[in-house]
Protein backbone atom coordinates (compact mmCIF):
# COMPACT_ATOMS: atom_id res chain seq x y z
CA UNK A 1 0.00 0.00 0.00
CA UNK A 2 1.35 3.77 -1.09
CA UNK A 3 1.87 6.19 1.60
CA UNK A 4 -1.54 9.01 2.21
CA UNK A 5 -1.25 12.09 0.16
CA UNK A 6 -1.22 14.78 2.18
CA UNK A 7 -3.27 16.89 -0.22
CA UNK A 8 -3.30 20.31 1.75
CA UNK A 9 0.28 20.57 1.47
CA UNK A 10 -0.12 20.24 -2.73
CA UNK A 11 -0.69 23.79 -4.09
CA UNK A 12 -3.05 23.98 -6.44
CA UNK A 13 -2.11 24.27 -10.49
CA UNK A 14 -2.33 28.27 -11.52
CA UNK A 15 -2.37 27.80 -15.41
CA UNK A 16 -1.60 32.09 -15.37
CA UNK A 17 1.83 31.14 -13.79
CA UNK A 18 2.65 28.16 -15.29
CA UNK A 19 5.57 29.62 -18.15
CA UNK A 20 4.95 29.49 -21.74
CA UNK A 21 7.36 28.58 -24.26
CA UNK A 22 9.14 31.32 -26.15
CA UNK A 23 7.56 32.33 -29.20
CA UNK A 24 7.70 30.90 -32.75
CA UNK A 25 9.64 33.17 -35.34
CA UNK A 26 8.02 34.84 -37.89
CA UNK A 27 7.18 32.35 -41.40
CA UNK A 28 8.04 33.55 -44.64
CA UNK A 29 5.34 35.57 -46.39
CA UNK A 30 2.83 32.90 -48.41
CA UNK A 31 3.56 33.65 -52.11
CA UNK A 32 1.47 32.41 -55.44
CA UNK A 33 3.88 29.93 -57.29
CA UNK A 34 5.83 31.74 -60.02
CA UNK A 35 5.40 31.25 -63.86
CA UNK A 36 8.60 29.80 -64.13
CA UNK A 37 7.72 26.71 -61.82
CA UNK A 38 4.55 26.00 -62.63
CA UNK A 39 5.62 25.67 -66.65
CA UNK A 40 8.30 23.63 -65.11
CA UNK A 41 6.02 21.67 -62.94
CA UNK A 42 3.28 21.15 -65.22
CA UNK A 43 3.46 22.85 -68.77
CA UNK A 44 6.75 21.01 -69.69
CA UNK A 45 5.27 17.43 -68.54
CA UNK A 46 1.71 18.03 -70.36
CA UNK A 47 3.41 18.94 -73.43
CA UNK A 48 5.56 15.87 -73.63
CA UNK A 49 2.60 14.08 -73.00
CA UNK A 50 0.29 16.17 -75.68
CA UNK A 51 2.52 15.52 -78.57
CA UNK A 52 3.10 11.68 -77.46
CA UNK A 53 -0.47 11.45 -77.64
CA UNK A 54 -0.96 13.83 -80.43
CA UNK A 55 1.48 11.71 -82.60
CA UNK A 56 -0.15 8.41 -81.78
CA UNK A 57 -3.71 9.87 -82.99
CA UNK A 58 -2.12 10.49 -85.81
CA UNK A 59 -0.83 7.53 -86.33
CA UNK A 60 -4.03 5.37 -85.99
CA UNK A 61 -6.33 8.08 -87.53
CA UNK A 62 -3.80 7.82 -90.54
CA UNK A 63 -4.19 3.82 -90.59
CA UNK A 64 -7.79 4.19 -90.16
CA UNK A 65 -8.49 6.62 -92.98
CA UNK A 66 -9.18 9.67 -90.75
CA UNK A 67 -6.92 11.50 -91.72
CA UNK A 68 -5.25 13.69 -94.68
CA UNK A 69 -2.06 11.87 -95.05
CA UNK A 70 -0.50 14.71 -95.99
CA UNK A 71 -0.66 15.05 -92.06
CA UNK A 72 1.71 12.72 -91.40
CA UNK A 73 4.21 15.10 -93.76
CA UNK A 74 3.76 17.56 -91.44
CA UNK A 75 4.61 15.98 -88.64
CA UNK A 76 7.86 15.03 -89.94
CA UNK A 77 8.83 18.12 -90.69
CA UNK A 78 8.22 19.32 -87.46
CA UNK A 79 11.20 19.25 -84.34
CA UNK A 80 9.00 16.62 -83.22
CA UNK A 81 9.89 14.37 -86.12
CA UNK A 82 12.25 11.10 -85.52
CA UNK A 83 13.19 8.20 -87.23
CA UNK A 84 10.63 6.03 -85.67
CA UNK A 85 7.90 8.22 -87.21
CA UNK A 86 9.63 7.56 -90.67
CA UNK A 87 9.72 4.31 -90.10
CA UNK A 88 6.18 4.19 -89.09
CA UNK A 89 5.59 6.50 -92.07
CA UNK A 90 7.25 3.80 -94.79
CA UNK A 91 5.11 0.83 -92.97
CA UNK A 92 2.23 2.67 -93.42
CA UNK A 93 3.10 3.29 -97.06
CA UNK A 94 3.74 -0.43 -97.74
CA UNK A 95 0.66 -1.67 -96.34
CA UNK A 96 -1.76 0.40 -97.76
CA UNK A 97 -1.98 0.79 -101.92
CA UNK A 98 -3.62 3.48 -101.77
CA UNK A 99 -1.26 6.04 -100.67
CA UNK A 100 1.27 4.15 -102.07
CA UNK A 101 -0.15 5.32 -105.61
CA UNK A 102 -0.66 9.17 -104.05
CA UNK A 103 1.65 11.57 -106.06
CA UNK A 104 1.10 14.27 -103.66
CA UNK A 105 2.35 12.31 -100.82
CA UNK A 106 5.32 11.07 -102.69
CA UNK A 107 5.66 15.11 -103.92
CA UNK A 108 5.81 16.07 -100.38
CA UNK A 109 8.19 13.11 -99.16
CA UNK A 110 10.38 13.62 -101.92
CA UNK A 111 10.66 17.52 -101.25
CA UNK A 112 11.28 16.77 -97.83
CA UNK A 113 14.05 14.36 -98.43
CA UNK A 114 15.62 16.67 -100.52
CA UNK A 115 15.93 19.24 -98.22
CA UNK A 116 16.73 16.45 -95.37
CA UNK A 117 19.47 16.02 -96.88
CA UNK A 118 21.35 19.30 -97.12
CA UNK A 119 20.79 19.90 -93.36
CA UNK A 120 22.14 18.31 -90.84
CA UNK A 121 18.97 16.44 -90.02
CA UNK A 122 19.25 12.95 -87.63
CA UNK A 123 20.93 10.51 -90.00
CA UNK A 124 18.63 7.82 -89.18
CA UNK A 125 15.25 10.01 -89.77
CA UNK A 126 17.36 10.69 -93.16
CA UNK A 127 17.88 6.71 -93.47
CA UNK A 128 13.85 5.80 -93.29
CA UNK A 129 12.76 8.79 -95.25
CA UNK A 130 14.83 7.41 -98.03
CA UNK A 131 13.79 4.19 -97.45
CA UNK A 132 9.90 5.24 -97.66
CA UNK A 133 10.38 6.53 -100.99
CA UNK A 134 11.39 2.99 -102.20
CA UNK A 135 7.92 1.99 -101.08
CA UNK A 136 5.73 3.81 -103.61
CA UNK A 137 4.49 2.37 -106.31
CA UNK A 138 4.33 5.32 -108.18
CA UNK A 139 7.04 7.52 -109.33
CA UNK A 140 4.45 10.23 -110.51
CA UNK A 141 5.65 13.00 -107.95
CA UNK A 142 4.52 16.90 -106.88
CA UNK A 143 4.32 18.95 -104.13
CA UNK A 144 1.13 20.12 -102.43
CA UNK A 145 1.65 23.44 -104.65
CA UNK A 146 1.68 21.19 -108.11
CA UNK A 147 4.92 21.70 -108.61
CA UNK A 148 6.63 18.07 -110.41
CA UNK A 149 9.82 16.67 -108.69
CA UNK A 150 11.80 13.49 -109.41
CA UNK A 151 12.15 10.84 -107.07
CA UNK A 152 14.87 8.98 -108.40
CA UNK A 153 16.71 12.28 -108.45
CA UNK A 154 16.70 12.65 -104.61
CA UNK A 155 17.37 8.78 -104.30
CA UNK A 156 20.85 9.49 -106.31
CA UNK A 157 21.39 12.05 -104.14
CA UNK A 158 20.94 10.02 -100.99
CA UNK A 159 23.15 7.96 -102.63
CA UNK A 160 26.23 10.43 -103.51
CA UNK A 161 29.60 9.91 -101.70
CA UNK A 162 28.99 12.85 -98.85
CA UNK A 163 25.74 11.03 -97.55
CA UNK A 164 26.00 8.88 -94.35
CA UNK A 165 26.20 5.35 -95.35
CA UNK A 166 23.23 3.90 -94.08
CA UNK A 167 21.27 6.39 -96.32
CA UNK A 168 23.20 5.58 -99.50
CA UNK A 169 22.03 1.95 -98.73
CA UNK A 170 18.72 2.62 -98.18
CA UNK A 171 18.99 5.09 -101.73
CA UNK A 172 20.47 1.56 -103.35
CA UNK A 173 17.43 -0.58 -101.89
CA UNK A 174 14.90 2.24 -103.00
CA UNK A 175 15.93 2.24 -106.22
CA UNK A 176 16.06 -1.54 -106.65
CA UNK A 177 12.89 -1.79 -105.55
CA UNK A 178 11.61 0.86 -108.28
CA UNK A 179 13.80 -1.15 -110.90
CA UNK A 180 12.43 -4.65 -110.07
CA UNK A 181 8.88 -2.75 -109.88
CA UNK A 182 9.17 -1.32 -113.61
CA UNK A 183 10.75 -4.61 -114.37
CA UNK A 184 13.98 -2.53 -116.00
CA UNK A 185 12.18 -0.36 -117.48
CA UNK A 186 13.40 2.36 -115.22
CA UNK A 187 14.99 4.22 -118.24
CA UNK A 188 17.14 6.85 -115.79
CA UNK A 189 20.74 6.79 -116.64
CA UNK A 190 21.87 8.97 -113.82
CA UNK A 191 20.39 6.05 -111.35
CA UNK A 192 22.52 3.88 -113.41
CA UNK A 193 25.87 5.63 -112.83
CA UNK A 194 24.98 6.55 -109.11
CA UNK A 195 24.75 2.89 -108.56
CA UNK A 196 27.72 1.88 -110.49
CA UNK A 197 29.78 4.92 -108.63
CA UNK A 198 28.45 3.02 -105.21
CA UNK A 199 29.69 -0.13 -106.21
CA UNK A 200 33.39 1.09 -106.01
CA UNK A 201 33.07 2.18 -102.92
CA UNK A 202 35.27 0.48 -100.22
CA UNK A 203 31.99 -0.42 -98.00
CA UNK A 204 31.12 -4.14 -99.02
CA UNK A 205 27.98 -4.46 -97.58
CA UNK A 206 27.42 -0.65 -99.90
CA UNK A 207 29.08 -2.40 -102.81
CA UNK A 208 26.53 -5.31 -102.86
CA UNK A 209 23.55 -3.24 -102.00
CA UNK A 210 24.12 -1.13 -105.21
CA UNK A 211 25.05 -4.61 -107.52
CA UNK A 212 21.80 -6.00 -106.13
CA UNK A 213 20.10 -2.88 -107.59
CA UNK A 214 22.23 -2.31 -111.04
CA UNK A 215 20.89 -6.31 -111.46
CA UNK A 216 16.97 -5.37 -111.97
CA UNK A 217 18.12 -2.78 -114.73
CA UNK A 218 18.05 -3.92 -118.41
CA UNK A 219 20.27 -0.96 -119.98
CA UNK A 220 23.95 -2.11 -121.61
CA UNK A 221 25.24 0.46 -118.91
CA UNK A 222 23.96 -1.61 -115.81
CA UNK A 223 25.20 -4.54 -117.63
CA UNK A 224 28.95 -3.29 -117.81
CA UNK A 225 28.93 -1.98 -114.39
CA UNK A 226 28.22 -5.76 -113.42
CA UNK A 227 30.74 -7.31 -115.67
CA UNK A 228 33.32 -4.88 -113.94
CA UNK A 229 31.75 -6.35 -110.48
CA UNK A 230 32.64 -9.96 -111.30
CA UNK A 231 36.19 -9.72 -109.61
CA UNK A 232 35.26 -7.90 -106.54
CA UNK A 233 37.15 -9.03 -103.35
CA UNK A 234 33.78 -9.75 -101.52
CA UNK A 235 31.91 -12.94 -102.99
CA UNK A 236 28.43 -11.77 -102.52
CA UNK A 237 29.32 -9.14 -104.73
CA UNK A 238 30.75 -11.13 -107.76
CA UNK A 239 27.62 -13.14 -107.07
CA UNK A 240 24.90 -10.42 -107.29
CA UNK A 241 26.83 -9.43 -110.23
CA UNK A 242 26.77 -12.98 -111.82
CA UNK A 243 23.26 -14.06 -111.08
CA UNK A 244 21.87 -10.44 -112.83
CA UNK A 245 24.34 -11.15 -115.67
CA UNK A 246 23.04 -15.04 -115.16
CA UNK A 247 19.87 -13.68 -115.83
CA UNK A 248 20.07 -12.27 -119.07
CA UNK A 249 22.04 -15.13 -120.42
CA UNK A 250 25.20 -13.71 -120.73
CA UNK A 251 28.35 -15.82 -120.78
CA UNK A 252 30.45 -13.37 -118.76
CA UNK A 253 28.70 -15.24 -115.47
CA UNK A 254 29.72 -18.74 -116.90
CA UNK A 255 32.47 -19.45 -114.13
CA UNK A 256 31.00 -17.66 -111.43
CA UNK A 257 27.43 -19.35 -112.23
CA UNK A 258 29.09 -23.03 -112.10
CA UNK A 259 30.68 -21.79 -108.41
CA UNK A 260 27.53 -20.98 -106.77
CA UNK A 261 26.01 -24.06 -108.28
CA UNK A 262 28.82 -26.36 -106.97
CA UNK A 263 28.69 -27.10 -103.19
CA UNK A 264 32.50 -27.70 -102.66
CA UNK A 265 33.36 -23.98 -104.45
CA UNK A 266 30.90 -22.18 -102.62
CA UNK A 267 32.32 -23.78 -98.95
CA UNK A 268 35.66 -22.62 -99.75
CA UNK A 269 34.51 -19.24 -100.97
CA UNK A 270 32.12 -18.22 -98.33
CA UNK A 271 33.87 -17.29 -95.18
CA UNK A 272 31.29 -17.91 -92.43
CA UNK A 273 30.97 -19.81 -89.34
CA UNK A 274 30.16 -23.14 -90.10
CA UNK A 275 26.57 -22.06 -88.10
CA UNK A 276 25.63 -20.08 -90.68
CA UNK A 277 27.56 -20.98 -93.79
CA UNK A 278 25.58 -23.51 -94.54
CA UNK A 279 22.46 -22.15 -94.55
CA UNK A 280 24.34 -18.83 -96.91
CA UNK A 281 25.23 -21.99 -99.22
CA UNK A 282 21.97 -23.04 -99.84
CA UNK A 283 20.47 -19.57 -99.90
CA UNK A 284 23.26 -19.32 -103.00
CA UNK A 285 22.10 -22.26 -104.61
CA UNK A 286 18.38 -21.36 -104.49
CA UNK A 287 19.68 -17.85 -105.97
CA UNK A 288 21.19 -19.06 -108.84
CA UNK A 289 18.76 -21.85 -109.90
CA UNK A 290 16.21 -19.12 -109.73
CA UNK A 291 18.53 -17.25 -112.31
CA UNK A 292 18.97 -20.18 -114.56
CA UNK A 293 15.28 -20.10 -114.33
CA UNK A 294 14.78 -16.69 -115.78
CA UNK A 295 17.50 -17.17 -118.57
CA UNK A 296 15.16 -20.30 -119.66
CA UNK A 297 11.85 -18.50 -119.15
CA UNK A 298 13.97 -15.61 -121.40
CA UNK A 299 14.80 -18.37 -124.51
CA UNK A 300 18.21 -18.46 -123.44
CA UNK A 301 17.75 -22.61 -123.20
CA UNK A 302 21.62 -22.88 -125.13
CA UNK A 303 22.86 -20.79 -122.41
CA UNK A 304 21.52 -22.56 -119.15
CA UNK A 305 22.24 -26.20 -120.83
CA UNK A 306 25.69 -25.46 -120.17
CA UNK A 307 24.59 -26.18 -116.70
CA UNK A 308 23.03 -29.42 -116.79
CA UNK A 309 25.83 -31.27 -115.27
CA UNK A 310 25.45 -29.04 -112.11
CA UNK A 311 21.79 -28.90 -111.95
CA UNK A 312 21.97 -32.49 -112.48
CA UNK A 313 24.14 -33.18 -109.21
CA UNK A 314 21.94 -30.57 -107.45
CA UNK A 315 18.94 -32.95 -107.86
CA UNK A 316 20.29 -35.28 -105.72
CA UNK A 317 21.49 -32.46 -103.33
CA UNK A 318 21.00 -33.23 -99.38
CA UNK A 319 19.07 -30.38 -99.01
CA UNK A 320 15.04 -30.81 -99.16
CA UNK A 321 14.58 -27.24 -101.22
CA UNK A 322 17.75 -27.21 -103.61
CA UNK A 323 16.92 -31.01 -104.43
CA UNK A 324 13.47 -29.72 -105.69
CA UNK A 325 14.45 -26.46 -107.47
CA UNK A 326 17.13 -28.50 -109.36
CA UNK A 327 15.04 -31.61 -110.73
CA UNK A 328 12.02 -28.79 -111.63
CA UNK A 329 14.85 -27.35 -113.94
CA UNK A 330 16.47 -30.50 -114.96
CA UNK A 331 12.54 -31.85 -115.82
CA UNK A 332 12.50 -28.15 -117.88
CA UNK A 333 16.14 -29.05 -119.87
CA UNK A 334 14.91 -32.69 -120.42
CA UNK A 335 11.37 -33.09 -120.74
CA UNK A 336 11.66 -37.04 -120.80
CA UNK A 337 13.06 -37.40 -117.31
Known amino acids: MTAPTDQASTPAFDPRSAELPPPLADLPPVEPPSAGFIVQLFLIPAVVVAVVIIVWLLFGKL ?177 NAALALGRRGDPASLGLMREMLTPADLDKAIKLPDS ?19 ALDAGKADFVAKFRAEVTSLSKSGLVSVRSRAGALEQRLDPKL
Do not use: M
Open 63 to 239: AGGERDPLDYIRLLRSPEANFQAALEFASLIRNDSKLATDPKLLGELVDLLGTDLKSDTNDQLKQFLTAAVGEFQTLDARTATGAEVDPVAVLDEALAAKQPLEVRKAAAISLAKHEARLKGKLEKPEAVRALAEAATDDDAQLRQVAVFALGFDDSAAASRALVEKLNDPEPFVRY
Open 276 to 294: EKSNKIEEVQLEALHSLET
